[in-house]
């Protein structure tokens, strides 16, 4: 008898999510997302959601509570509860975890027809500035097994010490990829797993990009997500797989744009205050903070969220 197999995708609100400004989940991704993996997986599996919000998740999608032991503001650190040495009990004996910004595009089936207690996405960015090794956008485990993803995380410690020993961004996977070895069992292009920017998603002169015949599944990490007007629009192969935004997601949609050319206005001009200067980074429109004692540079905000706050410190 073949194993069941538990789809887990992880779904809460985080009010200091870097990509709120650009795009904020819903349960109606969480459902989006179950359909996608009922039309491209033939083996029998269920579907789960782990949420801090249960009255958003459709009915028929069993939910589980988020391990608030792992949650870290702006921090993906959530998803480590799938190596938990009782996530067999809690979520299920072999779990498949995907991100709510997947568009699967082919029969998923080879992808979660591994033996390994564990596979993992190879990053393909792997080698630029703060790339980790793995991407955990896709994780395949057997519950039980690997624990030490789990075990040995800190709320308090870890991240920090990841961060000093590695260099790498991207909280939850720059920790997995820190832990892991560089043998694992993985998944490449090569396999159908590809990133959207490998595809060409910011070539400024690509007007759309071109779906690789191999393509099983495609992940949007970062600030962009495949139901966004601009995105439809670059990869026309999502249509059919996930919707466009409706009108008032639009609204929404202008809104932000029309917040962050407020924000980049206010960065470009200078301002003194409490003795601390402003200056903007021309290359990502961020506001960068730098105090006159102290020559490290301190974190960028966006500047056209939190302005006031900080100005007031």
């Known amino acids: 008898m073949a194993e069941l197999i538990t789809v887990a995708c992880?779904?809460?609100r985080d009010n200091q999510d870097r990509c709120q400004n650009v795009y904020e989940y819903s349960g109606e991704d969480v459902s989006i997302l179950r359909n996608q993996v009922a039309r491209n997986l033939r083996l029998e599996h269920e579907f789960v959601c782990v949420t801090d919000r249960p009255q958003d998740i459709e009915a028929g999608i069993r939910t589980i509570a988020l391990d608030n032991r792992l949650h870290i503001p702006g921090g993906r650190y959530a998803k480590l509860a799938a190596f938990a040495p009782?996530?067999?009990?809690?979520?299920?004996?072999r779990i498949l975890t995907l991100d709510l910004d997947t568009v699967i595009v082919g029969?998923?089936?080879?992808l979660v027809e591994r033996c390994d207690d564990l596979v993992l996405w190879r990053n393909p960015n792997f080698g630029l500035p703060r790339r980790a090794f793995y991407n955990t956008s896709m994780m395949l485990v057997r519950a039980g097994t690997r624990t030490e993803f789990y075990t040995k995380f800190n709320a308090r410690r870890s991240p920090d010490q990841c961060r000093g020993a590695t260099g790498w961004g991207g909280t939850d996977q720059a920790w997995?990829?820190?832990?892991?070895?560089?043998q694992e069992a993985h998944?490449?292009?090569?396999d159908g797993v590809y990133g959207a920017g490998r595809l060409g998603d910011y070539h400024p002169d690509l007007t759309h990009t071109v779906l690789p015949e191999n393509a099983r599944v495609v992940f949007f990490p970062g600030r962009r997500h495949p139901k966004m007007r601009d995105v439809h629009e670059k990869h026309p192969w999502i249509a059919?797989?996930?919707p466009v935004l409706n009108r008032g997601d639009r609204i929404m949609e202008w809104y932000i744009a029309a917040s962050l050319l407020v924000g980049a206005a206010l960065a470009s001009w200078p301002a003194f205050y409490s003795g601390r200067r402003w200056e903007r980074n021309r290359n990502c429109g961020l506001i960068r903070r730098r105090c006159p004692e102290c020559i490290d540079n301190l974190p960028e905000i966006c500047g056209s969220r939190?302005?006031?706050d900080h100005f007031r410190k």
């Open 187 to 190: 998944w490449t292009a090569e």
């Open 86 to 93: 009782e996530a067999g009990e809690v979520i299920g004996g």
């Open 10 to 12: 992880w779904y809460w």
């Open 176 to 182: 997995v990829s820190w832990i892991a070895g560089r």
């Open 107 to 110: 029969d998923m089936t080879p």
């Open 306 to 308: 939190g302005l006031a």
């Open 240 to 242: 059919g797989r996930a």
